[in-house]
Nanobody, 127 residues
Framework: QVHLVESGGGLVQTGGSLRLSCAVS????????VGWFRQAPGKERECVAA????????YYLDSVKGRFTISRDNAKNTFDLQMNSLKPEDTAVYYC????????????????????WGQGTQVTVSL
């Protein structure tokens, strides 16, 4: 059974940094595409970054390009989201997600494309 657990959320001032981590158990992460999503109150869940199963192919939401970096460590079965230069509009619950139903170069970026999800971690950016 696939199990994802996020850590690293919290409260930070504008311009600060946070690093989110997702620990995956029950499967070999190397076989999975992974992603980070966020959901702010009253808004839909959106993909902020994703990493294809193979190689180093990544996706970033336009509003986080240059500030967020997704990485993965298949040996440790973990993947991270480094968030720098945080803004109040980055405030949301952040979720990690994984799925295996894709070719190496494919990057799923919608909620419907992921079957496995973490429980979510709150990120709050104050003024």
């Amino acid at each position: 059974q696939v199990h994802l657990v996020e850590s690293g959320g919290g409260l930070v001032q504008t311009g600060g940094s946070l690093r989110l981590s997702c620990a995956v158990s029950g499967v070999a992460l190397s076989r999975y595409a992974v992603g980070w999503f966020r959901q702010a109150p009253g808004k839909e869940r959106e993909c902020v970054a994703a990493f294809a199963r193979g190689g180093s192919i990544t996706y970033y939401l336009d509003s986080v390009k240059g500030r967020f970096t997704i990485s993965r460590d298949n040996a440790k079965n973990t993947f991270d989201l480094q968030m720098n230069s945080l803004k109040p509009e980055d405030t949301a619950v952040y979720y990690c997600a994984a799925d295996y139903r894709f070719f190496d170069a494919e990057i799923p970026t919608t909620t419907n494309e992921y079957d496995y999800w973490g429980q979510g971690t709150q990120v709050t950016v104050s003024l």
